[in-house]
């Protein structure tokens, strides 16, 4: 079952396909518009060695033996994390095109509000909590919005919705415009990266068809997805390989009674368990709060028609369609243990080509990480993403 779960959330990349991007002057302004009426220190380790590649331009970020107790002065220390009923106290609901969609704004006791605002997007089956471990460090900083996607988290999950990466941006691009009101910083893992991605390059559209100021400020993509499942198909042995069993997996998920029962399998404590752990190169970072994290939602009604419509439903634009046209600060974070893009696939190889072939783009490779960065070692994603955000204007 585990090996099944696996297969429908390998993403690749397919051929073009008409997206946001590419629609009408009028139906891209159209997309702007205005709808609305505990505590641990889990896996972190603070004696990190970092070795960059000069030829490259990749970093590559490594576990070391402590030698001392010094702390370094670029060193950002690890903030408590949030509980999750911390989080669930201090969220708030937005009416996006008639559906409820829950968010959490934060600002640390010392935040600079001059600094640009981030946006945590969240990546397949996760929400809002999957961020308890950054939030506290970056509010330290930054304005810290995270947002649950539409059929996620304690966000709507309607009957019959049919979910498509282009209506994730559409909503990020909806929330910037009408809660957070100011260039922001786009900060997504997994397909929540690629949701930042189809954003960034709609926000840049809008700037070339009314001249209006950007609404996203920065891009930071965390294991960025190739599509939003298993149709875009690339040149991968590893796919070829299962690629009829995922068209068999797609096909019996629309069974009604058949999707029941295999949801039903998936979403108990130890498949979960199992699948999570085989995802982080931390295990310890695989605790009961991420398993409630992840299973509550999907107790939810409307869990199973959002899980049937996402896997099998179209993969959405390429990121490698995508990127040439994001001229904004990009850091990307890789962890090189992640099983679902691994870095020596095809959309882990062209992120990995991008910073030798463009200025505004920087890539860290963090060792010993999987597909959840920022939940796996956050620790080591803080130390990157923080004087990163640090060089951004502040307004």
Same mark, same amino acid.
């Given at each position: 079952?585990?090996?099944?779960?696996?297969?429908?959330?390998?993403?690749?990349?397919?051929?073009?396909?008409?997206?946001?991007?590419?629609?009408?002057?009028?139906?891209?302004?159209?997309?702007?518009?205005?709808?609305?009426?505990?505590?641990?220190?889990?896996?972190?380790?603070?004696?990190?060695?970092?070795?960059?590649?000069?030829?490259?331009?990749?970093?590559?970020?490594?576990?070391?033996?402590?030698?001392?107790?010094?702390?370094?002065?670029?060193?950002?220390?690890?903030?408590?994390?949030?509980?999750?009923?911390?989080?669930?106290?201090?969220?708030?609901?937005?009416?996006?095109?008639?559906?409820?969609?829950?968010?959490?704004?934060?600002?640390?006791?010392?935040?600079?509000?001059?600094?640009?605002?981030?946006?945590?997007?969240?990546?397949?089956?996760?929400?809002?909590?999957?961020?308890?471990?950054?939030?506290?460090?970056?509010?330290?900083?930054?304005?810290?919005?995270?947002?649950?996607?539409?059929?996620?988290?304690?966000?709507?999950?309607?009957?019959?919705?049919?979910?498509?990466?282009?209506?994730?941006?559409?909503?990020?691009?909806?929330?910037?415009?009408?809660?957070?009101?100011?260039?922001?910083?786009?900060?997504?893992?997994?397909?929540?990266?690629?949701?930042?991605? $189809?954003?960034?390059?709609? #926000?840049? @559209?809008?700037?070339?068809? &009314?001249?209006?100021? +950007?609404? !996203?400020? *920065?891009?930071?993509?965390?294991?960025?997805?190739?599509?939003?499942?298993?149709?875009?198909?690339?040149?991968?042995?590893?796919?070829?390989?299962?690629?009829?069993?995922?068209?068999?997996?797609?096909?019996?998920?629309?069974?009604?009674?058949?999707?029941?029962?295999?949801?039903?399998?998936?979403?108990?404590?130890?498949?979960?368990?199992?699948?999570?752990?085989?995802?982080?190169?931390?295990?310890?970072?695989?605790?009961?709060?991420?398993?409630? $994290?992840?299973?509550?939602? #999907?107790? @939810?009604?409307?869990?199973? &028609?959002?899980?049937? +419509?996402? !896997?099998? *439903?179209?993969?959405?634009?390429?990121?490698?369609?995508?990127?040439?046209?994001?001229?904004?600060?990009?850091?990307?974070?890789?962890?090189?243990?992640?099983?679902?893009?691994?870095?020596?696939?095809?959309?882990?190889?062209?992120?990995?080509?991008?910073?030798?072939?463009?200025?505004?783009?920087?890539?860290?490779?963090?060792?010993?990480?999987?597909?959840?960065?920022?939940?796996?070692?956050?620790?080591?994603?803080?130390?990157?993403?923080?004087?990163?955000?640090?060089?951004?204007?502040?307004?």
């Amino acid at each position: 079952m585990a090996v099944a779960v696996k297969a429908t959330a390998i993403l690749h990349r397919q051929p073009p396909v008409p997206i946001l991007t590419q629609r009408r002057a009028a139906d891209l302004l159209n997309v702007r518009r205005k709808i609305i009426g505990g505590s641990s220190f889990d896996g972190i380790d603070l004696s990190k060695s970092y070795s960059i590649s000069s030829a490259s331009g990749i970093c590559r970020s490594t576990s070391a033996s402590a030698t001392s107790d010094e702390i370094r002065d670029d060193e950002v220390l690890p903030m408590t994390p949030l509980e999750v009923n911390q989080i669930k106290d201090r969220c708030n609901k937005w009416e996006w095109r008639g559906y409820t969609i829950n968010y959490l704004k934060y600002e640390g006791e010392n935040c600079q509000k001059s600094n640009p605002p981030v946006l945590l997007v969240h990546g397949f089956g996760a929400s809002v909590a999957h961020w308890r471990r950054n939030i506290p460090t970056l509010g330290e900083n930054n304005t810290v919005y995270a947002v649950d996607l539409l059929g996620f988290g304690a966000s709507d999950k309607p009957a019959g919705f049919e979910y498509t990466m282009e209506a994730w941006a559409e909503l990020i691009l909806d929330f910037l415009d009408e809660i957070v009101q100011r260039p922001t910083v786009l900060i997504g893992n997994s397909v929540g990266s690629l949701a930042c991605v $189809i954003a960034a390059a709609a #926000a840049f @559209d809008f700037v070339e068809v &009314d001249g209006q100021q +950007s609404q !996203v400020e *920065g891009l930071v993509l965390l294991n960025c997805a190739g599509g939003m499942n298993n149709k875009a198909i690339v040149d991968d042995w590893r796919i070829k390989l299962i690629f009829p069993l995922l068209l068999l997996i797609d096909f019996l998920l629309k069974q009604k009674g058949i999707a029941s029962f295999f949801f039903e399998r998936v979403r108990q404590r130890e498949s979960l368990r199992n699948i999570l752990s085989s995802v982080y190169g931390n295990k310890d970072s695989v605790d009961d709060d991420l398993i409630q $994290i992840i299973r509550e939602p #999907a107790l @939810d009604e409307g869990a199973l &028609d959002a899980f049937v +419509s996402i !896997v099998t *439903g179209p993969p959405g634009p390429s990121p490698v369609q995508l990127m040439p046209k994001i001229k904004l600060p990009v850091l990307i974070l890789w962890g090189n243990e992640d099983p679902f893009t691994p870095l020596d696939g095809p959309v882990g190889r062209y992120f990995s080509s991008l910073p030798s072939q463009v200025e505004n783009i920087t890539l860290h490779v963090l060792e010993g990480v999987g597909h959840c960065p920022h939940d796996d070692r956050p620790n080591l994603v803080h130390e990157k993403l923080v004087p990163w955000l640090a060089t951004l204007p502040s307004s």
